[in-house]
Structures are given as structure tokens and as C-alpha cells.
């Protein structure tokens, strides 16, 4: 079946270091591909997504690209801020007409940021 | 409402009792899912409700597990003779359809069940 898999956590940076987080994924077709994030205490919320290969989606300083060939959507910022401390989470839906909206998720990343 | 609503927030309980947890998503979203997040295993799909229907469970982990949805509003999971192995953080989301590839789920900020 579908699957995602990211890398094991936790990740401590140092304030305006560069982050990558990978994200490598399983499944039948052309799903769409999300990263969500968790701040501590809140619910989880979509930062991210991109719905065809080689689609990159950004926000908030966070971009990812939609690599068909490697089966990836590496989430990458350029210089972190210690706002960012978070989980992330990278996620995937199928498409066509069976297709539930059901998001398969990864495990999740714990990212802390030390100013 | 404004987001995803659920209850009780936090519901600490004995092993073998009976609880009820509640989701009440985002006016007119007519898809509504149901995921478990434990501590090291990340998010864990359970049921899925496109109206009142539940066309997947295929997530439930046993026939404790149990949700429904009436009005294509509010939704209940319960869980019956709960167990340790129970314990996590049961989130609900919601979308405008469950049919879309490109759909975003709006989640609530989890119940944290707690079984002693």
C-alpha cells in the first residue's frame, strides 16, 4: 500500500542555519503530496502541497519539490528561525474518483531551533 | 464553527471502561476522518465519513472501535473496554470532500486519552 517515510528526529539547528527534512514516498499513481506542521500545543496545519511532479509548493519561507523520479518532497528553508521549532510532518492522497481525501502520513520530524 | 472542534480535550480513564470522544468539524464539510498519533508511531488513519456513510474503516484497530456521524455534522468514536495500548492523542479533520486530489484536511487539536 501507500506509504511515506521521513527521516528520524529530532533535528537541532542553530537559528538561520538551513534545513532539509526528507520525505520519500510509496504509492500507486500520481498522488498529491503535503507537508504539515505542528506547533507545540496547537493542531496540525497544512504548510505546504503540491499536486503534480515537478510542482514546487512554498509558504512561510518553506519550499518543496514534487520529484517523480526519485519519489521525494524534500521540505528545505534556508535560514530557520526559532518559531520554526515544530513536527513536520510529509503526507500523500491518491487521485481519481476512488480517492477518499484520506492523508497517509509519515512519522513525523521534531525540528528545534536554538536561537 | 470557525475550526474543528473536539472533546474533551484531555479524558483520563481505568482500564476496561468505556469512552466516548467527539468531533465537530467545519460547518458544511461534508468529509470527516478520524486519525490516532502515539507517541513515536505518528499518525494513524482510522475511519473516514463522507456524510453519515463510513464507505473506509479499514484503520480501526479491533471491534472496540467504533465512530459514527449523524446530520453530516458531529461525530462520535468510541472506544469500549479501552485498553493501555489505547493511550494517545485522537485527532478529527474535515474537508469540503473527500472525492478531490488536491483536498486540504482542516484538523481539531486532538483529545489526549490517557488509559490508567
Known amino acids: 500500500g501507500d506509504s511515506v517515510t521521513q527521516m528520524e528526529g529530532p533535528v537541532t539547528l542553530s537559528e538561520e542555519a538551513f534545513l532539509t527534512i526528507n520525505c520519500t514516498y510509496t504509492a500507486t499513481g500520481y498522488p498529491s503530496l503535503f507537508w504539515y506542521v505542528q506547533y507545540p500545543g496547537e493542531g496540525l496545519q497544512l504548510l505546504l502541497k503540491?499536486?503534480?511532479?515537478?510542482d514546487k509548493g512554498s509558504n512561510k519561507g518553506f519550499e518543496a519539490t514534487y520529484r517523480k523520479e526519485t519519489t521525494s518532497f524534500h521540505l528545505e528553508k534556508g535560514s530557520v528561525q526559532v518559531s520554526d521549532s515544530a513536527v513536520y510532518f510529509c503526507a500523500l492522497t491518491g487521485r481519481g474518483s476512488s480517492n477518499t481525501g484520506k492523508l497517509i502520513f509519515g512519522q513525523g520530524t521534531t525540528l528545534q531551533v536554538k536561537p | 464553527g470557525a475550526g474543528v472542534s473536539q472533546s474533551p480535550s484531555n479524558k483520563v480513564t481505568e482500564k476496561g471502561k468505556d469512552v466516548e470522544l467527539r468531533c465537530d468539524p467545519i460547518?458544511?464539510?461534508?468529509?470527516l476522518y478520524w486519525y490516532r498519533q502515539s507517541l513515536g508511531q505518528g499518525l494513524e488513519f482510522l475511519i473516514y465519513f463522507q456524510g453519515n456513510s463510513a464507505p473506509d474503516k479499514s484503520g480501526l484497530p479491533s471491534d472496540r472501535f467504533s465512530a459514527e456521524r449523524t446530520g453530516g455534522s458531529v461525530s462520535t468514536l468510541t472506544i469500549q473496554r479501552t485498553q493501555q495500548e489505547d493511550s494517545a492523542v485522537y485527532l478529527c479533520?474535515?474537508?469540503?470532500?473527500?472525492?478531490?486530489?488536491?483536498?486540504?484536511?482542516?484538523f481539531g487539536e486532538g483529545s489526549r486519552l490517557t488509559v490508567l
Open positions: 503540491a499536486t503534480k511532479a515537478d
Open positions: 460547518s458544511g464539510h461534508t468529509a
Open positions: 479533520a474535515s474537508s469540503q470532500t473527500g472525492t478531490t486530489n488536491t483536498g486540504e484536511l482542516f
